[in-house]
T-cell receptor, first 114, second 117 residues
Framework: NAGVTQTPKFRVLKTGQSMTLLCAQD?????MYWYRQDPGMGLRLIHY???????AKGEVPDGYNVSRLKKQNFLLGLESAAPSQTSVYFC?????????????FGPGTRLTVL | AQSVSQHNHHVILSEAASLELGCNYS??????LFWYVQYPGQHLQLLLK????DPLVKGIKGFEAEFIKSKFSFNLRKPSVQWSDTAEYFC???????????????WGLGTSLAVNP
């Protein structure tokens, strides 16, 4: 049972380049989330999904797109990377979004945009 | 909008000192409360959680937290910290964010704890 995995672990992009971050979970969780973590700003929710085929915007969705084609995978895309998107990105999953919303996190992806 | 406040942004302690990290939230109804920990270079992991029952919750590694409904608080405590407790600590509250039953996890900004050996 690997839990939540993320690929890649590190990536350096030039401004304007695109990339996709992959998150996978093997716990059969319905809910999945993408966060970014920046110094002094804590965790901010980018997008989330309440089930296969669904996505929704979080606090800071601009510049990102997501897809949840399979229940176990949640992809985060950057179409045209900007230096402001330099951050550490965490994926998480949970059984539901209601009362028992314990989230399980992946190891993170450190992205630098030059 | 609901919010979570962690008043201590940076805390520096010596080993064996006692720890208390503050967490306050703004929602007056039923909440579920969490403390997560992020050790240097690692991902977040659950330290402890409160859903109902005894307001004094015990977690891993000797941590505990007390839910005080009247104060909207869920402070994290440890009687004697160790160097290995150096980490960032996040408080989170599961509460409604809109009318209806749409609940989300609302995060505090985190407290950075450094324990000197």
């Amino acid at each position: 049972n690997a839990g939540v995995t993320q690929t890649p672990k590190f990536r350096v992009l030039k401004t304007g380049q695109s990339m996709t971050l992959l998150c996978a979970q093997d716990m059969n969780h319905e809910y999945m989330y993408w966060y970014r973590q920046d110094p002094g700003m804590g965790l901010r929710l980018i997008h989330y999904s309440v089930g296969e085929g669904t996505t929704a915007k979080g606090e800071v969705p601009d510049g990102y797109n997501v897809s949840r084609l399979k229940k176990q995978n949640f992809l985060l895309g950057l179409e045209s990377a900007a230096p402001s998107q330099t951050s550490v990105y965490f994926c998480a999953s949970s059984t539901d979004g209601g009362s028992y919303n314990e989230q399980f996190f992946g190891p993170g992806t450190r992205l630098t945009v030059l | 909008a609901q919010s979570v406040s962690q008043h201590n942004h940076h805390v520096i302690l010596s080993e064996a000192a006692s720890l208390e990290l503050g967490c306050n939230y703004s929602y007056g109804g039923t909440v579920n409360l969490f403390w997560y920990v992020q050790y240097p270079g690692q991902h977040l992991q659950l330290l402890l959680k409160y859903f109902s029952g005894d307001p004094l919750v015990k977690g891993i590694k000797g941590f505990e937290a007390e839910f005080i409904k009247s104060k909207f608080s869920f402070n994290l405590r440890k009687p004697s910290v160790q160097w290995s407790d150096t980490a960032e600590y996040f408080c989170a509250v599961n509460a409604p964010v809109a009318a209806g039953n749409n609940r989300k996890l609302i995060w505090g900004l985190g407290t950075s704890l450094a324990v000197n050996p």
